[in-house]
């Protein structure tokens, strides 16, 4: 009889350390801040540190790589095709929703090709949830421009504040050396067209181009100022080991690479161009917010993008700790700005 009891009382033992440790798993992303033996090796440094000095950092302003899907081929891509996963639609939604009540005011979806996806239908149908049922301020959209058509403008052109396409050259030449060409479409007169559309159903256009070794003696001041963007944001080539860097990336971006005395010449050449937003590498590393097709915050401080848990499983606070987010930086960079076109003071 002794030995039963004990027997028994071993087995409700360790089903009650079962829990226990089960329970121990599902609080580790809240207490890994806290540097507990055994946890210590599995957050970068700089992350603990970063939550250690301040408080969680407010999702303001939110880049959502919902595919990694493309139908260029950019030499310096740093968020390449590794997986062709996509969240479905409620899920998305559902995420979206948490990042509003978290704080969120500006969403940017991005890719990949974001129109690649249900030929725009899902990026539309999220941009319509956004400005319609979470009523952000900003909802705005990166795109190479390629696949967008006009009917996509007469259905959800109302809800977008900003349309971003991507150009790194008014040169042809040096767009398909750098791989931003598809077939015999020409991507500057795409370019032009897009702008006639976004000023046709008052929607802000912006132009971000990544200033590389193809591109970085080019004067752009007439195109620019012909186009009249709201922004034209001006990047450094930056390298990212696994995407375009290394032995397991998809790309091998180094022969595009400038440093940054070139690039501050670039920048020199276009100072007068009053819409221009320059980002060096150091201010993009750690100032964007990006989440993944899985919903899960990247980050870059170690010159790799390294995965939270998606939002979705952890919630927005637990996952937000270990993005290597630097809201400082966000803010110095002018990172916060005049972002909601019912805000904007544009001859459409």
């Given at each position: 009889?002794?030995?039963?009891?004990?027997?028994?009382?071993?087995?409700?033992?360790?089903?009650?350390?079962?829990?226990?440790?089960?329970?121990?798993?599902?609080?580790?992303?809240?207490?890994?801040?806290?540097?507990?033996?055994?946890?210590?090796?599995?957050?970068?440094?700089?992350?603990?540190?970063?939550?250690?000095?301040?408080?969680?950092?407010?999702?303001?302003?939110?880049?959502?790589?919902?595919?990694?899907?493309?139908?260029?081929?950019?030499?310096?891509?740093?968020?390449?095709?590794?997986?062709?996963?996509?969240?479905?639609?409620?899920?998305?939604?559902?995420?979206?929703?948490?990042?509003?009540?978290?704080?969120?005011?500006?969403?940017?979806?991005?890719?990949?090709?974001?129109?690649?996806?249900?030929?725009?239908?899902?990026?539309?149908?999220?941009?319509?949830?956004?400005?319609?049922?979470?009523?952000?301020?900003?909802?705005?959209?990166?795109?190479?421009?390629?696949?967008?058509?006009?009917?996509?403008?007469?259905?959800?052109?109302?809800?977008?504040?900003?349309l971003?396409?991507?150009?790194?050259?008014?040169?042809?030449?040096?767009?398909?050396?750098?791989?931003?060409?598809?077939?015999?479409?020409?991507?500057?007169e795409?370019?032009?067209?897009?702008?006639?559309w976004?000023?046709?159903?008052?929607?802000?256009?912006?132009?971000?181009?990544?200033?590389?070794?193809?591109?970085?003696?080019?004067?752009?001041?007439?195109?620019?100022?012909?186009?009249?963007?709201?922004?034209?944001?001006?990047?450094?080539?930056?390298?990212?080991?696994?995407?375009n860097?290394?032995?397991?990336?998809?790309?091998?971006?180094?022969?595009?690479?400038i440093?940054?005395?070139?690039?501050?010449?670039?920048?020199?050449?276009?100072?007068d161009?009053?819409?221009?937003?320059?980002?060096?590498?150091?201010?993009?590393?750690?100032?964007?917010?990006?989440?993944?097709?899985?919903?899960?915050?990247?980050?870059?401080?170690?010159?790799?993008?390294?995965?939270?848990?998606?939002?979705?499983?952890?919630?927005?606070?637990?996952?937000?700790?270990?993005?290597?987010?630097?809201?400082?930086?966000?803010?110095?960079?002018?990172?916060?700005?005049?972002w909601?076109?019912?805000?904007?003071?544009?001859?459409?």
């Amino acid at each position: 009889m002794q030995l039963a009891l004990l027997a028994r009382l071993l087995s409700v033992g360790r089903a009650v350390l079962a829990a226990l440790r089960g329970r121990l798993g599902a609080l580790c992303w809240s207490l890994a801040p806290l540097a507990l033996p055994g946890w210590r090796n599995s957050v970068p440094r700089p992350q603990l540190e970063q939550d250690r000095d301040g408080a969680v950092p407010t999702p303001t302003s939110v880049n959502y790589h919902f595919t990694r899907q493309c139908n260029y081929k950019c030499g310096f891509c740093f968020h390449t095709a590794k997986t062709s996963f996509v969240l479905p639609l409620e899920e998305a939604k559902r995420g979206l929703a948490m990042l509003k009540e978290a704080g969120m005011e500006k969403i940017n979806f991005s890719g990949g090709e974001p129109f690649l996806q249900d030929r725009g239908e899902f990026v539309g149908k999220l941009v319509q949830f956004c400005k319609q049922e979470l009523e952000l301020p900003s909802v705005s959209i990166v795109s190479n421009g390629s696949l967008i058509r006009k009917q996509w403008f007469e259905k959800y052109g109302e809800y977008l504040d900003i349309l971003a396409i991507s150009c790194d050259s008014f040169d042809e030449d040096v767009n398909v050396l750098i791989g931003r060409r598809q077939g015999k479409k020409n991507h500057v007169e795409n370019l032009h067209k897009l702008r006639q559309w976004c000023r046709e159903y008052a929607v802000a256009f912006k132009i971000n181009s990544v200033i590389n070794s193809f591109n970085v003696e080019e004067d752009m001041n007439e195109q620019i100022k012909a186009l009249n963007p709201v922004r034209w944001k001006v990047f450094q080539c930056l390298l990212i080991e696994g995407e375009n860097s290394g032995e397991d990336a998809l790309r091998e971006a180094e022969k595009f690479v400038i440093n940054d005395e070139d690039f501050d010449r670039f920048l020199d050449r276009h100072k007068d161009v009053s819409c221009l937003v320059p980002e060096s590498n150091q201010k993009m590393r750690d100032s964007y917010l990006i989440l993944d097709e899985y919903m899960r915050f990247l980050n870059c401080r170690n010159g790799r993008k390294e995965p939270s848990k998606s939002i979705l499983d952890v919630g927005v606070e637990a996952a937000i700790k270990f993005s290597g987010f630097d809201e400082k930086m966000f803010l110095r960079r002018g990172g916060k700005y005049v972002w909601s076109k019912a805000d904007m003071k544009l001859d459409w």
